[in-house]
């Protein structure tokens, strides 16, 4: 077994040394038939093998084949944004300083003010109506007729309604006729000598022995002043028994106007409804700071009251003015307001007052206070009582 294994084995050493001959041979032409052509497919580069994972990187040992290189993208140009308007938050507006001894609650503003130093023009009051519309066109249709058909308590009630009560559609001008219609009537009917059967705002009263003109004016709600006014009577002390004395069924209460700078006088009647009086032109605060809201006139067990020559010291000079003294910039009456609700509790300081300044009247020049000219401050003083007179201070 061992002799003829021998054998095998020389037969293919044999069979090995012509094959590698006849390889060699091969190759040797195919060099010479390939030439050129055939030494590059044997010497090319062998491909890269390419990593299990897929990531890419050669195999150890073979050189990566270069890649071309792609240029990076161009940086976008900068682009600025577009401005954006932006309208910075209104910054607080602070309340209109108030002096010293004037309210301390920030003044209302009122759409349509007067500018401070500029005089109002009050509306004229033409020589007859222009027309209205609807509602209210009948009830001055009404009231007119009434009037001239002699029924003048009537008459006068619807007039006055329309003033209260329909101030937003009634012409300014048609208010001023009214106005000056009704205060003509009432100079004649309410203040005057003349009295209408059934008037429904004023009485006569019989003088009895012992009574006293306090005592009347009381009774009716008035103060004094009123009731000599209209009476005639200079000197309280020339009453005498037995005689008529004309009262008007009070208390007269106040509406004032500040758009228009103005003091309107009314009383209820027996129905509660308002009835016009006359008026008076008025001067208001500074920077519109006469405060807005219901008040009626303090007593004097507070500080001020209802006072004839006051003293009075300036808030913003604190220079003092004695009872009585010529100079007094509020005049030689005052009337304190006191407020009625919770908006106008926190009002301190503001009154009505008189003021050596007529020319003020119609403008906003006071520290917040209403001002009227000597002489209507003097009638205001006798005819408004302390508590049960309500003011009205409208925009």
């Known amino acids: 077994m061992a002799l003829s294994n021998r054998s095998s084995a020389g037969r293919s050493s044999s069979r090995n040394s012509g094959g590698m001959?006849?390889?060699?041979?091969?190759?040797?032409a195919l060099l010479l038939a390939g030439g050129a052509g055939g030494v590059w497919y044997f010497m090319r580069p062998s491909a890269p093998k390419?990593?299990?994972?897929?990531?890419?990187?050669?195999?150890?040992?073979?050189?990566?084949?270069?890649?071309?290189?792609?240029?990076?993208?161009?940086?976008?140009?900068?682009?600025?944004?577009?401005?954006?308007?932006?309208?910075?938050a209104p910054k607080p507006v602070d309340p209109a300083p108030v002096a010293p001894g004037d309210a301390?609650?920030?003044?209302?503003?009122?759409?349509?003010?007067?500018?401070?130093?500029?005089?109002?023009?009050?509306?004229?009051?033409?020589?007859?109506?222009?027309?209205?519309?609807?509602?209210?066109?009948?009830?001055?249709?009404?009231?007119?007729?009434?009037?001239?058909?002699?029924?003048?308590?009537?008459?006068?009630?619807?007039?006055s309604e329309i003033l209260f009560n329909y101030t937003a559609d009634l012409k300014p001008?048609?208010?001023?006729?009214?106005?000056?219609?009704?205060?003509?009537?009432?100079?004649?009917?309410?203040?005057?000598?003349?009295?209408?059967?059934?008037?429904?705002?004023?009485?006569?009263?019989?003088?009895?022995?012992?009574?006293?003109?306090?005592?009347?004016?009381?009774?009716?709600?008035?103060?004094r002043g009123v009731l000599l006014q209209v009476n005639?009577?200079?000197?309280?002390?020339?009453?005498?028994?037995?005689?008529?004395?004309?009262?008007?069924?009070?208390p007269v209460h106040a509406r004032i106007v500040k758009h228009e700078f103005r003091l309107d006088l009314y009383v209820l009647n027996a129905n509660g409804a308002k009835i016009y009086l006359k008026s008076f032109p008025v001067g208001l605060g500074r920077d519109d700071s006469t405060?807005?809201?219901?008040?009626?006139?303090?007593?004097?067990?507070?500080?001020?009251?209802?006072?004839?020559?006051?003293?009075?010291?300036?808030p913003e000079t604190n220079q003092h003015y004695n009872p009585g003294d010529p100079k007094n910039p509020i005049g030689q009456y005052w009337m304190r307001l006191e407020g009625l609700d919770e908006a106008t509790a926190t009002y301190h300081g503001y009154g009505i007052h008189g003021t050596i300044?007529?020319?003020?009247?119609?403008?906003?020049?006071?520290?917040?206070?209403?001002?009227l000219t000597d002489k209507d401050i003097e009638e205001l003083f006798g005819t408004l009582y302390e508590v049960r007179s309500n003011i009205e201070i409208l925009p």
């Open 104 to 159: 301390s609650s920030p003044a209302v503003n009122t759409p349509g003010a007067t500018p401070p130093g500029a005089a109002y023009a009050p509306v004229a009051a033409p020589a007859q109506l222009t027309p209205q519309t609807g509602h209210v066109q009948e009830e001055l249709t009404q009231g007119v007729a009434l009037i001239e058909a002699g029924k003048v308590i009537e008459g006068r009630a619807i007039l």
């Open 50 to 88: 390419l990593v299990a994972n897929g990531g890419g990187a050669p195999a150890p040992g073979v050189s990566a084949q270069p890649q071309p290189v792609v240029p990076a993208p161009a940086p976008l140009p900068a682009v600025t944004p577009a401005p954006v308007a932006v309208t910075p």
């Open 173 to 223: 001008e048609n208010a001023a006729w009214i106005r000056a219609k009704l205060t003509d009537i009432n100079g004649t009917f309410a203040y005057g000598k003349r009295n209408l059967t059934g008037d429904d705002i004023t009485a006569l009263y019989t003088v009895k022995s012992g009574d006293r003109v306090d005592g009347i004016a009381n009774k009716y709600k008035l103060p």
């Open 291 to 314: 405060p807005v809201g219901k008040f009626h006139i303090a007593l004097n067990n507070g500080p001020g009251g209802k006072m004839a020559k006051p003293s009075w010291t300036d």
């Open 357 to 371: 300044d007529a020319a003020s009247v119609g403008k906003q020049e006071s520290h917040g206070c209403v001002r």
């Open 21 to 28: 001959g006849m390889v060699v041979f091969g190759v040797a």
């Open 232 to 250: 005639g009577l200079s000197d309280p002390r020339l009453m005498r028994v037995d005689q008529k004395m004309k009262v008007i069924l009070g």
